[in-house]
Nanobody, 119 residues
Framework: QVQLVESGGGLVQPGGSLRLSCAAS????????MGWFRQAPGKQRELVAT???????DYVDSVKRRFTISRDNAKNTVYLQMNSLKPEDAAVYYC?????????????WGQGTLVTVSS
């Protein structure tokens, strides 16, 4: 079964850092874009950052210069380094990827990992 498994969420104080990881497992031949979304209570899911297979990145304005997305293609893993965290960054973070499998191209979502920013 092809799936994305996230890790790294937790409780952090304002100004602190966290690193999220998301690994794709199963029979995967290729992964195109990978990204991170987040959803806070009562709000719509929003795109936080994306990275192409070639390493080009894009960020929502609110996280620029604080968050860094990266990927390890050999490990089918995408990371999100989050620095200078603010209370408004608190949300469930989901990774997303377009993967080529035995069933063709699929869009996958992780199960979500909770990030809490509070003193």
């Amino acid at each position: 079964q092809v799936q994305l498994v996230e890790s790294g969420g937790g409780l952090v104080q304002p100004g602190g850092s966290l690193r999220l990881s998301c690994a794709a497992s199963g029979t995967i031949f290729s992964i195109k874009a990978m990204g991170w979304f987040r959803q806070a209570p009562g709000k719509q899911r929003e795109l936080v950052a994306t990275i192409t297979i070639g390493g080009s990145t894009d960020y929502v304005d609110s996280v620029k210069r604080r968050f860094t997305i990266s990927r390890d293609n050999a490990k089918n893993t995408v990371y999100l380094q989050m620095n200078s965290l603010k209370p408004e960054d608190a949300a469930v973070y989901y990774c997303n990827a377009e993967v080529f499998t035995l069933r063709g191209w699929l869009e996958l979502w992780g199960q979500g990992t909770l990030v809490t920013v509070s003193s």
